[in-house]
């Protein structure tokens, strides 16, 4: 697929603004507003959601996994 033309998208970025005006432009769509009636499910921060928290904190810090530590 090295000829084809594509693009990548992060299911985390697909609902930024700048993101759907990247992936529209692509298309080759107009810029438009879009909606979803998708909803986030937590709210709170992760740390009040994960019972070891402090444990998985203290074991993803320094990793390449650290980034995934911090709420989106």
């Given at each position: ?5 594509h693009?990548?998208?992060?299911y985390?970025?697909?609902s ?57």
């Amino acid at each position: 697929f090295k000829s084809t033309r594509h693009t990548v998208i992060y299911y985390e970025e697909i609902s930024k603004p700048k993101k759907i005006m990247e992936i529209l432009k692509f298309l080759g769509l107009k810029p438009r507003e879009l909606t979803s009636r998708h909803v986030k499910i937590h709210t709170k921060p992760l740390s009040e959601h994960v019972h070891n928290w402090q444990e998985v904190n203290n074991r993803l810090k320094g990793t390449e996994f650290e980034v995934l530590l911090h709420d989106s």
